[in-house]
């Protein structure tokens, strides 16, 4: 904790998206008591306000309070980022580690990585939910298992760097098991490269699930996240550009946020990267 | 290199019948029967049996996968649950804007993010740097379709310069064309902007550093001939990575920016085809696309060599 604090200090542009993503899981958890009404109320005689005293971010076509439901909006896009990127590193993780372990599971768990790493990340999503439905649930499910892959790659990847290290070979010749080498030598030197990848993963689940609700294969409309708040102000954004730019600047401010995070970790993580990064 | 280009090519198959189990098992588990959907609501138990019988959904998982993939293997990827059209048909009807508007794509960022990198890397920790470096990071983290409506609503709505939404066909004239697409191709390639900006300052840098770059600075060779004739040429390798691994990213984006600007491609297709549960789009669609991007990253790894020389199979 302490580091994490003096790495901040030493990295202002790491601190800046800290405090932003802060700020945005604050709102999330806070969104009752922000000043919100109920993000789903429809009030016929206040359709398309622009925004004003009463409604700050205006309203939609059904009258619903925009500032309300990008409010709420951010809880969605919180959830599904922070669950994908646990979930998938989780499970990458133990793929990973068996492919980097075990011979014939690598070669047949790369295969079948391979194959998944080429369908583009939203088609496959669009592929899954287009079989089960629109659901956050199901949205996470397809993000997931389009993310899996690339932290399996990276997990074994290291493994095979990490088997050949003296010290593995030291702790092999003192007799340690297979397992004992795994949990107590390769996978905490993993973990470092784990977090900047999750860091990234979890900006990319969000901005995956707000495509995926702005092309109508997302969050279901009954809830309102950043994605579908677009489709619906898309028939009129001309007229009234509110209804994309709000959703819109709150999207891009998380990712934003994320990135510069994940920047700031995989510099702190490897000093290398930072040169040829930078 | 032949025996690495057959070995790369046959490399491709074990994906490719990956992609095609995957796409078909997705069709087999989707809710629904597709013979009573295309027998229509007043068909008799026996039509649909018919039809399922002409179909071949009476027969066992293996065996329709094998009719399947024979079929697609000759180009029939099925009807649509929808209009009942031939599913290839309807793709080869909305190839073109897509296909013109990734090219498109490829081409403008291409044009704009190798001078960018290049001007950073030549400016190195000045203002033009800092400022390209803030630029890049900003414009990934902005979804394109983000970047898609602040250009519609700037250059299309305010300045005119662009139509905002809509798309000509090339029978309307070729510049026409190109005009409705410029918007969509520079929103679509915010991303790849931002990572071929930084690839092409990185690599410079790197080579920058580079003892042959000494010697010919020791030589007399000015700043500018270094950059452009010695170092410039060691970025193609990176770029062109970056360009094979961005066509996922390109593809994902094509989907969401031919909403926004309401342009009838394949992206356009795919999301109706959802709207409308309309399987066998979505899987030809899905098909049709990993294919194209096992396709352009082989090409990638046979153009290393084309490139570097130095590079060995």
């Known amino acids: 904790m302490k580091n994490f604090l003096a790495l901040l200090k030493s990295q202002p542009a790491m601190l800046v998206g800290f405090v932003l993503l802060a700020a945005l899981v604050a709102i999330a958890v806070f969104a009752p008591w922000l000043g919100t009404v109920d993000p789903t109320a429809l009030s016929p005689v206040n359709r398309t306000k622009p925004p004003g005293a009463q409604f700050w971010f205006g309203t939609d076509l059904l009258g619903r309070d925009v500032y309300s439901r990008v409010v709420y909006g951010a809880r969605v896009s919180l959830i599904v980022g922070f669950s994908v990127a646990v979930l998938s590193t989780l499970i990458g993780v133990v793929i990973g580690l068996a492919a980097g372990f075990v011979r014939w599971v690598d070669a047949v768990v790369m295969r079948i990585m391979d194959g998944f790493m080429s369908i583009p990340t939203i088609l496959l999503a669009i592929a899954l939910i287009a079989v089960a439905s629109a659901s956050m649930k199901n949205v996470i499910i397809a993000i997931t298992v389009a993310e899996v892959p690339r932290v399996v790659r990276l997990v074994r990847g290291l493994v095979l760097t990490l088997r050949e290290q003296p010290y593995v070979e030291a702790a092999l010749a003192a007799g340690a098991g297979k397992l004992r080498i795994v949990a107590r030598h390769i996978f905490p030197n993993t973990i470092a490269a784990l977090t900047v990848q999750a860091t990234y993963i979890c900006g990319v689940a969000i901005l995956a699930e707000a495509s995926l609700s702005f092309i109508g294969a997302g969050v279901p409309p009954s809830v309102p996240s950043w994605g579908n708040i677009m489709a619906e102000g898309r028939a009129l954004w001309q007229i009234r550009p509110y209804l994309i730019a709000f959703p819109a600047v709150f999207l891009s401010v998380t990712i934003l946020a994320i990135n510069m995070l994940g920047d700031g970790l995989r510099d702190a993580v490897d000093p290398r990267m930072a040169k040829r990064a930078d | ?313």
Not at chain 2, 44 to 69: C, K, M, N, V, Y
């Open chain 2, 1 to 313: 290199m032949l025996a690495y280009t057959c070995r790369r090519l046959l490399m491709t198959l074990p994906v490719m019948l990956f992609v095609a189990i995957f796409v078909f098992g997705l069709l087999d588990l989707a809710p629904g029967d597709p013979a009573a959907l295309l027998a229509g609501e007043d068909a008799t138990p026996q039509d649909i049996a018919r039809i399922r019988a002409t179909l071949g959904l009476d027969q066992p998982f293996l065996s329709r996968f094998g009719h399947w993939i024979w079929n697609v293997l000759h180009g029939d990827l099925g009807q649509s649950l929808y209009t009942g059209m031939p599913v290839s048909d309807m793709i080869l009807q909305r190839i073109a804007p897509t296909f013109t508007l990734m090219v498109m794509t490829l081409l403008i960022s291409v044009a704009l993010a190798i001078p960018m990198g290049t001007l950073a890397a030549w400016r190195h920790n000045r203002w033009q740097d800092r400022g390209i470096m803030v630029f890049a990071v900003f414009i990934f983290s902005v979804p394109s379709f983000v970047v898609g409506y602040l250009l519609a609503w700037a250059f299309g709505l305010q300045l005119r310069w662009f139509p905002v939404q809509g798309y000509v066909p090339f029978s309307g004239g070729l510049l026409a064309s190109l005009h409705t697409l410029v918007l969509p191709a520079l929103a679509l390639g915010s991303v790849y902007v931002a990572l071929i900006t930084r690839i092409t300052r990185a690599t410079l840098l790197e080579t920058l550093t580079q003892d042959y770059i000494r010697t010919a600075r020791a030589k007399g060779v000015d700043n500018r001939t270094l950059l452009f004739r010695h170092a410039l040429k060691n970025a193609a390798v990176p770029i062109v990575t970056v360009v094979g691994i961005g066509v996922a990213l390109l593809i994902s984006g094509t989907v969401v920016t031919e909403t926004v600007f309401s342009i009838p491609g394949l992206g356009r297709l795919v999301v109706d085809a959802i709207l409308r549960r309309d399987y066998p789009i979505i899987q030809g669609a899905v098909l049709l696309f990993s294919f194209l991007y096992v396709i352009v990253n082989l090409v990638v790894d046979l153009l290393y060599r084309a490139f570097d020389p130095r590079v060995k199979y």
